[in-house]
């Protein structure tokens, strides 16, 4: 191996073409440390402190010494390996209930190494053959994708509206490629404030969604980590609520309702699954030896961790996360404020006004790409996320995400204003 | 999705026979709670309290303020998400180099969701085609074979010895698959104490073994979780030890050597890859793409807890676990000798004598399969694991594997009595 090993000879996702975008960024976030990044979809960094982890710790223990555990139990719990599925299935199904009205079994919950884990499960469980592919929203979010071509499962787009998904082209698709010979086994998406474009389905689209998944025998991989940071109050059900018909798998994630040091998510995967004999197990169950193959189980600390915020919170985040979901308002408000303010007058500038989450997407009337990123770091000191990172193809060229979650509303004014003066600078006739 | 999935439509890795078997004996473990187990291979209880936690989170988070980071940095730190590869590569390089005279970057280091995510991170990004396999010791760690199946990879079994693998067989059967086409990327084995053999690899062996890598044109992945336990202080150094043409990615875990419930492990790749344009980076670092899509970086409050147990340590583990060597050793000399009193009298029995780690494999006169391990835990209380769960073909169907590293000294010896009655009671003719 002195002469090293060819790069060529390692498999596709170690030169996955959105890590190696990702890469870029990161590389030019390094370079320029004190550009306003609008490229960071991070939480906000001021929620927590380090002695929260103590305090949780001691939550979770008082937890489980309640529920009758003895010391020796208690330390065997957190410190030994545990149960593939992992500890926290209670205490996230009592959260559905109660902020989601999602009604699961606790033995539905799969508790995994992040949101990214849970979705590597998925897809590994559910694509069997060559001929199994999925179906994802394009845009779309580049660890699923990456999950996917990790797997050798293809991904086939389904464009998104400013609606967020249409059914009845996830239908369309769906029939296309079952006329083609294969088989789609599920359709990902985000339908609240999707990451990268913050668009929402409305609530009939939902509805005829899970129609569309029953017609098309699909199963929908439903991911929401951003559902709790709406700009109102209004609700907005998840697929997972509506389901009658046990076509979601939901996907959720501690790292912005809690915080991403933990890497904490799950998976709720309710639906039943029939061996030849009959036998019926639940599909989360299945599952798990999957989980057991990626990380055997998820550290029962880490779980620990966010079991004391489940405590602290009575397992309603809606209620208990009222101080973030403020600030995530407030920020989203700024960054919408600040784009009309400085693009109002801007030919060829078009951007959406999402109904919450960390995104909005800006169309720009020049090519936003990373020759343009690198320029806008070094000359007017702010970054932003290329929509093209976003697609498998070439679409998003003349498009750009913002990210308002990781800032205080002055930068986030700032950061734009920069923005401003770059599209003017450089604007190009298409 | 009423009437349910159909199980196999499911990937295969969900029905892994390996898991299958497992799951029958945690059921079997889960109905018989009275009985011994010599089949549960976790490290003993008793070295660490959840109040260690607590200790430890504080006594790295005083690192890092040595380290200069400032409160707000630490929080970040330990609280934020963080570098894909870990933080951990400074004082796990300094680990390998004073317990295991192995020097490498720290950059050479990634930090994984215990060593379970390094063998996928590793078989993933090493095995590229259909054609691409590897090589694996057999009997096999099982969690190997599940990450190989997980991926799709074809894993070609190499016979142990009673010392180990051999390296002119390895050579042999690398040759074969390569003129049947295929090529062979990695062997895997665990040198020191096997899962699930016992077996060592000599030292002349280990030498060879990097020359036959170097022949055949082969990556070795040097699995390591036993390595200080042996029952003297003879050197037993690592493959990674000895590598000098960087043949091996060492593959390591902190679940014996700290606990089981941070889900830390690592692994170490210091080769080369070059691309087209011939630019360099390391193994490690190319690999990062595939931990970033598996669970985009392990928890740092995980790494944190594995840190401040490093600090404390020294980052010398032989020196500072001289109380877990010692158990150890006393506990794998009392299954050696409770072996001896109990079956040198009976026909047919055979035992090999392991110079170290937590297992040892008896051979007995009769079938072990699962229906004598369902008798042996009703009728005889004592539980064990059939060695044929470790074969990928029809071997191993007259042998068991005992484990000794959960259990006080006296269980041992009953445990092993009991299994003596049993073996006495059903042998039956070859």
Partial sequence: MRDGL????????????????MNFLNEVSARFPDAISLAAGR??????????????????????????LDPEQRQRHLLQYGRTNGHLGPLIARMLAQDEGIEVPEQAVMVTTGAQEAMVVALRGLCAGPGDVVLAVEPC????????????????????????????????????VRAGGRRPRALYLVPNFANPSGASMPVPARRRLLEVAA??????????PYGLFGLDDEPRPALKALDTGQ???????????????????????????????????????????????LTVNTSPVAQALVGGFLIESGCSLRTALQEKTRFYRRNLRTLLTALEQSFADQP???????????????EVPLTA??????????????????????????????????????????QIEEGVRRLAQLVRDRAEPR
Same sequence: chains 1, 2.
């Fill in 6 to 21: 060819a790069r060529e000879d390692l498999h596709a996702s170690v030169s996955d073409p959105a890590s190696a975008s």
């Fill in 43 to 68: 939480p906000y960094e001021g929620f927590h402190g380090t002695d929260d982890l103590h305090r949780y710790l001691r939550t979770y223990l008082a937890h489980l010494e309640r529920l009758g």
């Fill in 141 to 176: 979010y580049v660890g699923f994708t990456g999950a996917a071509r990790l797997l050798g499962i293809e991904v086939v787009p389904v464009p998104e509206t400013a609606d967020g998904l249409d059914p009845e082209t996830v239908l369309a698709v769906a029939r296309a």
């Fill in 215 to 224: 017609e098309a025998d699909l199963l929908v991989l439903e991911d929401d």
């Fill in 247 to 293: 076509r979601v798998v939901y996907l959720g994630s501690f790292a912005k309702s809690c915080f991403p040091g933990a890497r904490i998510g799950f998976l709720v995967a309710d639906q039943s699954v029939i061996d030849r004999q009959g036998r019926r197990t639940l599909l989360a169950e299945e599952l798990s030896t999957v989980k057991s193959l």
């Fill in 348 to 362: 060829g500038v078009r951007w959406n006004a999402p109904d919450g989450g960390f995104f909005a997407v800006v």
């Fill in 369 to 410: 790409d990373e020759g343009l990123l690198e320029i806008s770091g070094r000359d007017y000191g702010v970054l932003w996320t290329p929509m093209s990172f976003f697609h498998a193809g070439d679409g998003g060229r003349r498009a750009l995400r913002l990210s308002c979650s990781a800032l205080e509303p002055a």
